[in-house]
């Protein structure tokens, strides 16, 4: 549902992305999945969203956005905010949710189609607005995890749902042994 000469634009939600292939049992190849979607129109900007914590003196995702950034992604960072649950547990928020959808409404008008990658349901009023100025939305997530990792009001409102998993031989490397912890894991709670 690509077609060649469509204007196209990447939105990606990193800390939903990153649970969703996590879920699915593998890493995402930004270089593989930015000339992917390079292959299926002509690509834009790719945008890159994720919360950074700012008070530690390492931060375990800073590598992965410079890699971005000097590979051809547009960054959106903010600080995220740590706080501790009822629970007494450490709890990290960074929401990017309104950034994305800004630059979606201010680039719709130069866009043919414009390709989510997220499933969090909040974003369905940002789809519907963007159809309504003639701009295609595919959503890319996945229903293959437990539980599924869109909301289905949201697959329900694109006009294309790309299951993520069928993209794994595409743009997925197997995991690294041994796993260590995975920078967008501090930023999870961001929904």
Not at 62 to 71: A, E, G, I, K, S
């Amino acid at each position: 549902m690509f077609y060649k000469d469509e204007r196209l634009a990447l939105f990606i939600d990193g800390s939903n992305l990153y649970a969703a292939a996590k879920a699915l049992g593998f890493d995402i190849d930004y270089k593989l999945l930015r000339m992917e979607f390079m292959r299926r129109g002509k690509l834009l900007r790719a945008f890159y969203y994720t919360a950074l914590l700012e008070n530690d003196d390492y931060s375990p995702i800073r590598p992965l956005v410079d890699w971005l950034h000097y590979n051809g992604f547009t960054m959106r960072t903010k600080p995220a905010k740590e706080y501790t649950d009822s629970q007494g547990r450490r709890k990290v928020k960074g929401n990017m949710d309104i950034e994305l959808a800004v630059d979606a409404m201010e680039l719709a008008p130069r866009l043919d189609h414009i390709v989510l990658f997220s499933g969090d349901g909040d974003f369905r009023p940002l789809i519907e607005s963007l159809q309504r100025q003639g701009v295609r939305v595919s959503v890319v997530s996945t229903i293959r995890s437990q539980p599924p990792m869109i909301a289905d009001e949201l697959r329900r409102q694109a006009d294309n749902f790309i299951e993520l998993d069928e993209l794994r031989d595409v743009i997925g490397r197997p995991p690294r042994e041994p796993r260590a912890a995975h920078p967008e894991d501090a930023t999870l709670d961001a929904k």
